[in-house]
């Protein structure tokens, strides 16, 4: 489909191994089609591609960026001087690197329970997780996506896995170690969608160690800790600093029913438009053409 991108207004960036993006991704296209303005996937590692000549960008699923991360960034800075990249370059350098959380948590957001492993040192992980008394963690680097390169570590016996997994890692990436919650297997994992600066929808989705599909998502439930949660999300969104076009914000609860940040995505994260429905896709193509106008 990159082939095609001297056609379009907007370009859907995605990646050579999801050339279409999702499907979710054709209800933002027909949206934008009504208001006059045609979009389309252009692959964002083309060389081929000439950004200048979109009125925007929209970063969509460029899902190997965990893997290439600093060639993703340097791209961005590029194609962002040439049109207007969404999320903003600046965003997606500090997006892409699981560090913000410390930033946020600075900031007064409360985070699950993190210890942090520098790149290049050489911890004892099983120290670790008795001195911090976790019987059951999870182990992953501060770059990453998907679960790629993420261990469980449910009590002494996955103890060597976790440090082999710490050796081949740590030399490269800096990594993480979190308490594994419960609660996302009860309670679930939520997702509060904002999308122009709007709160348009919410998701419960499968625990990511699951295995299930992330499209087993569906729309959360009405309920009475919806309020707190979006005003949470609010929270989070606000001590970022920057302006948003979309967000995700991953929230879970701790064992007292407090609420944690799991993850802010900023970057490329599926917005679950089809759960969202009519008005989050419509909510976006408006932001988006607001934005392509500069306005």
């Known amino acids: 489909m990159s082939a095609n991108w001297n056609s379009f207004d ?5 990646s050579s191994g999801f050339p279409d993006c999702l499907p979710d991704e054709k209800l933002l296209t027909d949206a934008l089609a009504a208001r006059g303005v045609k979009a389309g996937p252009v692959i964002w590692d083309d060389p081929a591609v000439d950004w200048s000549r979109f009125r925007l960008a929209l970063i969509r699923t460029a899902w190997d960026s965990d893997a290439r991360r600093d060639e993703f960034v340097a791209w961005a800075d590029r194609a962002g001087a040439r049109c207007p990249l ?17 930033e946020l948590e600075a900031r007064g957001v409360t985070i699950v329970p993190t210890a942090w492993m520098e790149r ?29 390169d993420t261990l469980r570590v449910r009590g002494p016996g996955d103890i060597p ?26 309670y679930g994992e939520r997702s509060i969608l904002f999308l122009g600066g709007e709160h ?9 160690l699951s295995g299930a599909p992330a499209y087993d998502a569906t729309a959360a439930e009405p309920a009475p800790s919806a309020e707190d949660e979006r005003g949470f999300a609010r929270q989070v969104l606000a001590a970022t600093g920057f302006e948003l076009l979309y967000a995700r914000v991953d929230v879970a609860r701790d064992e007292r029913g407090g609420l944690l940040l799991m993850e802010l995505e900023v970057t490329e994260p599926n917005l679950f438009l089809r759960q969202g429905g009519p008005h989050a896709v419509e909510r976006l193509a408006d932001a988006i053409v607001h934005k392509a106008r500069g306005r």
């Open 10 to 14: 907007i370009a859907l960036v995605t």
């Open 86 to 102: 969404w999320n903003p370059p600046e965003v997606l350098r500090w997006n892409t690197h699981k560090g913000y959380l410390r």
């Open 120 to 148: 290049g040192t050489k911890p004892d992980v099983g120290a670790l997780l008795a001195e911090r008394g976790w019987t059951d963690a999870v182990v992953k680097p501060a770059v990453s996506a998907g679960a790629r």
């Open 161 to 186: 896995a976790a440090r082999a997994l710490v050796e081949r890692v740590l030399p490269h990436k800096d990594m993480m170690v979190q308490p594994y919650l419960a609660s996302v297997e009860s």
């Open 200 to 208: 348009t929808h919410a998701i419960k989705r499968p625990p990511a």
